[in-house]
């Protein structure tokens, strides 16, 4: 079954600084999501990439997809503390959009002030 | 609110006891998820409804646990005989597009933390 690793596990950042996780999986990526979760909140839909190299930014943020590495790059610049959180990467279980989506275990990231 | 929503927040149970935990989609959004979520671990799978329509309920982890999604809308997660180890986050989420089309995004509600004592 896939299995999507991602790293690090966590992360503490100076407000300002820029900082990136990565998500790698075991079996070929179809498409990614990346969300975020916030205590006591849902996960918030951040992006989707659908085909390899593709990249999409929103605010300060931007993710990328590398399919021949099998892997998902989120990178977050000048960070604030509004950014804190867990992110997580999922996808397609069944690499065909069935809807059973598997997610990696999350980066738990905290900027300091 | 526009989001999905999901009812109670909180379950607290003995155990042996059944647990309904429900789910409000977005209106109009045709395809609903549900997964559990253990604390440190990302979301698990547990089935999925296009419609009303139950398609996958691979993730369910025995027959204690069941869907239904009876109208295509509001859709019941129930566990009977509740045991310790279901204790966990249940999160719902919807998707307008129907699964198996394509990516489609998939909005999460709050979800539900059960307790089973």
């Known amino acids: 079954s896939q299995e999507l690793e991602q790293s690090p596990q966590s992360l503490i950042v100076q407000e300002g600084k820029n900082l990136t996780i990565n998500c790698t999986s075991s079996k070929t990526l179809y498409g990614l999501y990346w969300y975020k979760q916030k205590y006591g909140e849902g996960l918030i839909f951040l992006m989707m990439l659908q085909k390899g190299g593709e990249e999409k930014s929103h605010e300060k943020i931007t993710a990328k997809l590398d399919e021949k590495k099998q892997q998902s790059s989120l990178h977050i610049t000048a960070s604030q503390p509004s950014h804190a959180g867990i992110y997580l990467c999922?996808?397609?279980?069944?690499?065909?959009?069935?809807?059973?989506?598997?997610f990696g275990k999350g980066t738990k990231l905290s900027v300091k002030p | 609110g526009a989001g999905v929503s999901q009812s109670p927040r909180y379950k607290v149970t003995k155990r042996g006891q059944d647990v309904a935990l429900r789910c409000d989609p977005i209106?109009?959004?045709?395809?609903l998820y549900w997964y559990r979520q253990a604390l440190g671990q990302g979301p698990e799978f547990l089935t999925y409804f296009n419609y009303e329509a139950q398609q996958d309920k691979s993730g369910l982890p025995n027959d204690r646990f069941s869907a239904e999604r009876p109208e295509g809308s509001i859709s019941t997660l129930t566990i009977q005989r509740t045991e310790q180890r279901d204790s966990a986050m249940y999160r719902c989420?919807?998707?307008?597009?129907?699964?198996?089309?394509?990516?489609?995004?998939?909005?999460f509600g709050p979800g539900t933390r059960l307790t089973v004592l």
């Open positions: 209106s109009g959004h045709v395809s």
């Open positions: 989420a919807s998707s307008l597009g129907i699964s198996g089309s394509g990516m489609n995004e998939q909005f």
């Open positions: 999922g996808a397609d279980g069944h690499g065909g959009s069935q809807g059973n989506l598997i």
